[in-house]
């Protein structure tokens, strides 16, 4: 089983694997869709029996003052796909600390602690920024965002962890996107939390070809990345509320 749409994986499987191989589909589906498609299918060749996924009871949890925020992302080790990163992070968060009475916390790899010190630069109350970014394994990020009110992300990995692991009726997943198509990749809620997004989908928008190839902004100047920048700090705001 192929846990992923770009065929060149598959290809490169075939000279060492002879058996057969179910992958995810290359359709325009959202991925939750495409995955449980996947393990369904995996399901029956093993002739497990069905289950029902659905969450019938929202999982009670107080809030607790507390905002996440992705202030990097958009890279592996593989990958630097920086036209998927939001620049305006440093503004929300000022704005988040000056606006609302939440603990906002940072969230990000080794490799975004530069943005992180940016961010910080820019908020007026430093004691009510938690900074997290490159200070916590992957393996204690789900319980660090299922702990939050809100998960304020682009479009990543940790936004699919949040839209997961966030199941109170209180708690809202918010999601920016630009490059990457919102019909494919928005996160769907597992329980009771909001999903919402933000999405301009400027003529150039989606370039993203869902294969596992990034390119590079056409544009140059004012206009580079603008299917992010037209996203503004104010509006990702308000839809806290």
Known sequence: MLLHRDWRYKALLRPVFRGPLTSVTREPLPELTAYTRLFASLARNLHLPERDLRVSQPFQKAPSGRI?????????????????????????????????????????????????????????????????????????????????????????????????????????????????????????????AGARLHYKARPCSPCYGNDGTFQPCRFEGEYFQHCMTDISAEEVLKSLY
């Open 68 to 192: 996440g925020v992705l202030v990097g992302g958009a890279r592996n080790q593989k990958v630097d796909f920086a036209e998927k990163r939001w620049p305006r992070f440093p503004e929300l968060t000022r704005l988040l600390v000056e606006k609302t009475q939440s603990k906002i916390v940072l969230f990000g790899g080794p490799d975004d602690t530069d943005i992180a010190e940016t961010v910080l630069a820019a908020v007026t109350l430093p004691d009510r920024v938690e900074n997290l970014v490159g200070k916590i394994s992957l393996e204690q990020v789900p319980v660090a965002i299922a702990a939050l009110d809100a998960f304020i992300s682009i479009d990543s990995g940790l936004a699919h962890i949040a839209a997961a692991v966030m199941t109170a009726r209180h708690q809202k997943i918010i999601t920016l996107f630009g490059p990457t198509d919102p019909r494919i990749w928005a996160p769907v809620s597992s329980g009771h």
